[in-house]
Nanobody
Framework: QVQLVESGGGLVQAGDSLRLSCAASGRTFSSYALGWFRQAPGKEREFVAAISFGGKSTVYADSVKGRFTISRDNAKNTVYLHMNSLKPGDTAVYYC?????????????????WGQGTQVTVSS
């Protein structure tokens, strides 16, 4: 079992930066690939970024590539999402998720555990 708690969301202006954190419980944190997803009102949950269990491989959605960076600190059981050059289109609830796999999955259905989400609002 893995429990995930996101933090760091808030209201920012376009062009600003924000760092999301996701703290995980459980002794097997380092065995999980971790991902960030987001869901805007009226839209489906979409993939944002993911990182392998060891942190050596990352995958990004085209919409955030070059602006967002995912990282993890296995000693702190925490995964981060550094978001730069934020746009109003980035406004959504952001969720972190964990998948027990050696791969770096992107589909929602491949993730086993989810956090409650943190709201990010970007004003123009």
């Amino acid at each position: 079992q893995v429990q995930l708690v996101e933090s760091g969301g808030g209201l920012v202006q376009a062009g600003d930066s924000l760092r999301l954190s996701c703290a995980a419980s459980g002794r097997t944190f380092s065995s999980y690939a971790l991902g960030w997803f987001r869901q805007a009102p009226g839209k489906e949950r979409e993939f944002v970024a993911a990182i392998s269990f060891g942190g050596k491989s990352t995958v990004y959605a085209d919409s955030v590539k070059g602006r967002f960076t995912i990282s993890r600190d296995n000693a702190k059981n925490t995964v981060y999402l550094h978001m730069n050059s934020l746009k109003p289109g980035d406004t959504a609830v952001y969720y972190c998720a964990a998948a027990r796999t050696l791969r770096v999955p992107t589909p929602v259905m491949e993730y086993d555990y989810w956090g409650q989400g943190t709201q990010v609002t970007v004003s123009s």
